[in-house]
């Protein structure tokens, strides 16, 4: 039976996950072992199964007792001391049981005879036979030791938990208090079945017992004070506010985190509980509702503070499902929802500024387009004109004030719920707005102020906006934006307009630049651009040069006039690699012309102003000129009087610098734009182009005529030779020559055309 219970609790602790589990299974383990050798011996008469089982029985014995020394330093906590002891415990141990199986040689211990009814010799923990009176048992010297070290073993765990018993805290004694007196019973029990000299040994069962004892303490016992002890702290120091409620919902438990919150002083009763949740809630908490659980979140105000609580009531039951009372927790959540808030609000708005950023700007925009389907509306981007150098030259501090200033030109335009307004890139921002609402002077007023945040002459402050009209609701709202910046890049560089509007055929001028811009490149290399000729006459009627003018063979789009592309390139400064080009090939076709005997032929080129800026224009057509060997009075360069805007001295330099190498300087377009006759004074040119303009006018006009015949009267004065351009009927050429032109270019005499053209049908007719 015993046997059966010890097999029982070791089974238990086997399974059991405590820490102290496995020192409790050894302990039952060995418990086992001479309790079934005791019970061997007490049936059986056979000398060498008994000296075998007494052989066991010794040894396993203080194995026992070695194992309960481990067990006891784990539970009572001296594993400070256990290497030490399990040093010198497992050593004795080992010695013990060598020495005791050696008894079969030395016959040293014990010796077992069958001899008188049941002669003990007295010695205690030795069994005595059941029924077998004729087993003797004689106990010899190493037994002695043997007890002497068992008793050691014995003393060390009975020390150990009594400093343990009186050291710990009331609330522990209990789990030392039922070892104690068990392990102090064992050892009466033992010691008592020893000098009682009972023919019936049942001294093991002492040891059994408080092997149960220790299993039931360290692997089942849990103290109840001790759970409720912790129970009440745990509930007292959390931070959730906890309030108990009895069935009649008195209030009879608030903690101190709930004092905090309901505002409940230490020393009032925690009967007011009720009346303060009752207040923070607006709502009897208790009472509405057949509920069993239920949550809420409540606000309360105090001062400046703003509190939030997330506050959960639970109902408690009986078996017989009657209410027994209720408690409630309180979360206090202020800096979690606050940290929500601001999550959220950092995942939808611009954190510079404030405002929504483009995501959600786009959301916005497609709602209202979608709640609003009769009304129409304009999509306005804004774009501070070269950020990048207000950046790097004011430094980012004025950068970001002038992106918050612009953010709030937007905040201060909105007039109604149906306006958004969002930053939808660096330095550009974007707003919906009904078109009836918007204001165009007062956004352009407003968008002005703001550049008188502090430019300089250098790097001014422009913004501009641009302005499109929703006509497809549907679109997305991207492409809504695209339109509007479309229109901002028509105004790019015009010092002007600050607004501008968006036009259909601005998106494709726009898409059409770019084509340009990529394209001309490779366009040059596999010889799209080519050199195109029209002839200068003489009054004579005699050809006697050509200017080149540009041509672009598209393979796509076709034939293209300098009209349909070098507007973009002069922009972007491309042209510069078109002009060299151009001149390339006009010293080509000279130092070709020159070879198959026509050195009296010119060819005459354009020079554009934006070149003058690109490159070093002398260096570059000296260059040419040189390279092909070429009489330098062959080429004529044409430049137009707007490159005297600016940088005149530098300018009339180069222009000198031109002539003194040999070039022919002709000043082209002149008349059209801002001419002035006293630039004819300043500007040392070997040529003048007429405009076309004047002829245009002449036909009506006899002030035009006057003024025509003024400047050419003027160019003779000063010997410059005067050449008309546009010349397209033999009115305009009679009534030329009449005023004195030298030579004429137009229609009437060729049109421009390709170099084999002009070669077959113009050079071979003249
Ligand atoms: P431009 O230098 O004033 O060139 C004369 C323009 O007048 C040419 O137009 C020519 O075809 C056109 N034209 C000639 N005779 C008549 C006429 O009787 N009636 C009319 N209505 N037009 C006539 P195109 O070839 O379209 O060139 C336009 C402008 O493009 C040129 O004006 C010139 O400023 C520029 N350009 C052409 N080729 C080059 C080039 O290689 N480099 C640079 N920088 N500019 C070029
Ligand atoms: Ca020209
Ligand atoms: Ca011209």
Redesign the pocket.
Known sequence: MLVLVIVFCLVRSLRSEKEIAPFVSQCLFWLLIPLVSNMVIALSNKVAVLEFCFTVYFVSSTILLYYCNMFMIKYCHFEHYRPLLNKILLTLTAVDAVSVVSNYIFKHTFDISIGDVGTHNGIPGIPGALGMENVVFTSLWYHKIHLAVAGLFVLLPLAMITVRFFKSSKLYRDRYAGILIAYVFSIFWESFHVFINDPVDQSVIGISVCGIFIYIYAIEYIPSVLMDEMKTTVIATVSDGVLFFDENRKCIYVNPAARMQLGIGNNESAKVGFGKLHELTGEDPLESGNYISKKMTCKKVEGDEEYIYDIEFHKLHDLQGKLIGSFAKIQDTTERTKRENLNKFLATHDKLTGIYNIDRFYEEVRKVLTDNPDKKFYIVTSDIKDFKLINDRFGREFADKLLIRTAELFKEFVTDDLTRYGRIGSDKFGCLIESSRFDEQIFKTAIQEVGNLGSDKVVPIIIHAGIYEIEDKNMPVAAMLDRSFIAIAGIKNDADRRIAYYEEHAREEMLWSQKVTEQIDSAIQSGQIVP?L?AQVSREGKVVGA????RWIHPVEGFM???KF?GILEKNGM?AK??RY?WECACRILKRWEEEGRPDLYLS????PK?FYIMDVPKEIIGLADKYKLDKNRLRL?ITESIMMDDVDEKLKTIDKLRDAGFIVEM??FGSGYSSLNMLKDMPVDVLKL??VFLKDTAANERTKKIMSLIINLAKSLNIPVIA????TVEQVDLLTEMGCDYF????FA??VSLDEYEQKTLNAS
């Open positions: 195109y029209q200017e080149v003018l540009v006039p300098p009209g070098l042209i078109i002009d151009i080129v354009n020079i554009s070149d044409e082209d377009d405009d076309m351009e546009g010349v397209e270019q137009g229609y009437y049109r421009p």
